[in-house]
């Protein structure tokens, strides 16, 4: 089987490594980047098999990651890369609703709520992309 590539798009450093450790553990290769539109240019030169990406960046004004996940759609090259958004703007904001995929408004194949289990979030990359535990072994 060949390796399946994964794009962390995150500006949290501690995220980025720990999401990295994990994922490269089970067999994934990983790349990241900490801006959004860095992640864009990254996605287009990769053409990553999934891509995990967070909501809120700081740093540089630059598009959030519900204006990135359309803008990924939207892209004729990378329309068909699968997105799973991992997030605290729920919790920070205080949004008492859950926030789920929409084809319009969140493109996106899940919304994964921050802090997340090593285990939630290695079932949610599997479902999407159609791999097993065994696999990578």
Do not use: C
Not at 53 to 67: I, R
């Amino acid at each position: 089987m060949t390796q399946q590539h994964i794009l962390v798009i995150d500006d949290d450093v501690q995220m980025v490594d720990t999401v990295e450790t994990l994922l490269g553990s089970v067999g994934y290769e990983v790349s990241h980047a900490y801006l959004s539109l860095d992640g864009l240019e990254l996605a287009r030169e990769i053409k990553p098999d999934l891509i995990l990406l967070d909501v809120m960046f700081a740093g540089p004004p630059g598009p959030d990651g519900f204006e990135m996940a359309r803008q990924f759609r939207d892209d004729p090259d990378l329309k068909e890369i699968p997105i799973i958004m991992l997030s605290g703007v729920k919790k920070i904001l205080g949004i008492p609703y859950e926030i789920k995929p929409d084809d319009k408004w969140l493109p996106v194949k899940a919304f994964l709520e921050k802090p997340i289990k090593p285990a939630q979030l290695l079932e949610a990359i599997e479902k999407v992309l159609g791999r097993n535990e065994f696999d990578a072994r």
